[in-house]
């Protein structure tokens, strides 16, 4: 895997990357800081708006950005991008309101959510071969995972030295750093889009998807990675320390276990994906959350005993490696779908759909769990993702039997 970095234009992009997300894990945890001396008690709902904030840009903003920048070089693109996330988190030093915080993470999610789209669709051009791609996808899941990991503790051993307000400089440079790398790459040659109508533009991703069998197939898909990834993310706290009484250090224990699955099947998978098909892998995947969920409520709804703890790690490691199976060979349907010209607006397109997905999930996995108990939860997200896994399974059939009668093109329809 490690050997696609010897590329160097993808080393200095995926270089980019890793510093952007370093920087973007600081801001996290700063802000969560930062909404606590503002509202205190109130705080969760200052950083619970905003992650609504945020989710509302990723789905709103991405394929609208896309289509207004469209002709612009997509070099020129990320650094604008970088730079105005940089600027925006400088911002948030002086912050004193929390209508501050929403509007400023209102415009750096809106950059975000124009970065990242077209990052994605630029390292096809970069890696055209397959082989090559999928071990770049394999070490950009790996990324975020330790990502996840790693910020915390970096942020958890910077603020023994400074104080909260300073991470927001980390997430400053973290961004300043992956414009400058950007700024040293020297980018494929990429022809700008043709022009066309700007409703034309703003719909070609969806567009695409709508017409592509296995792409219909993947928006189902990302509502059953959504409900996975609600329980964990919305709910782990709230097992661990207020169902189970365990300490805050399991908290993060238990969230290591759900990354640690992510990534040991990212590491996997480059050699599984060169032997088996990408439908085989992602329709396991699918059948695999639901059942992972069917676990955690078999532990949340039985009394409490020695083997749950070791169980429910089991269960997070289980999940997390499920995700992977379905998110790390996504990106291979986007672009076998796709060509230069329309590539950004395909990944922005799932970009924004798959966050829309949480839009669903996060609210039942909070609002279940906190009504009726985490078993509920449990149960109400394995439904709905066994519900998208069948219609996932079913919609991709259709798409083999359409296909059965004659030779696909190379590499499409796997």
Known sequence: MISVLRNAVYAK??????????????????????????????????????????????????????????????KTLLIAADLTRAVVAVSLLFVTEAWQIYLLIFLLQSASATFTPTFQAVIPEVLPDEREYTRALSLSR?????????????????LTVISYNNLFVGTVVGFIGSAVLVIATRFPAIRPAAPVPFFDRLTRGARVF?????????????????????????????????????????????????????????????????RLPDRRVMLTGSAALPAGLLGAFALTAAPVGPATWPLLMVTWLFLGASNSLILTPSARLLRRASDEDNRPAVFAAQFSLSHASFMITYPIAGVVGATWGM???????????????VIATFTWRHADALTASQPAPEGVGR
């Open 13 to 74: 992009l995926f270089s980019a990357q890793v510093i952007a997300l370093v920087g973007t894990g600081l801001l996290t945890v700063a802000l969560g800081l930062l909404a606590f001396d503002i509202a205190g008690g109130d705080a969760g709902i200052v950083v619970g708006t905003a992650l609504t904030i945020k989710m509302v840009a990723y789905v709103a903003v991405s394929p609208v950005m896309v289509a207004i920048t469209a002709r612009i070089p997509r």
């Open 210 to 274: 709508l017409k592509t069998v296995e792409l219909r197939s993947l928006l189902a898909m990302n509502l059953v990675v959504a409900t996975a990834t609600a329980m964990v993310i919305v709910n782990t706290v709230v097992l661990v320390q207020g169902d189970l009484g365990r300490p805050q250090s399991d908290v993060a224990l238990l969230l290591a276990a759900y990354g640690a699955g992510s990534m040991i099947i990212a590491l996997l998978l480059p050699t599984v994906l060169d």
């Open 375 to 389: 078993w509920a939860a449990a149960m109400t997200l394995a439904a709905i993702g066994a519900v998208a896994a």
């Open 142 to 158: 790996l990324a975020y995972d330790l990502e996840s990991l790693v910020s915390p503790v970096l942020a958890a051993a910077l």
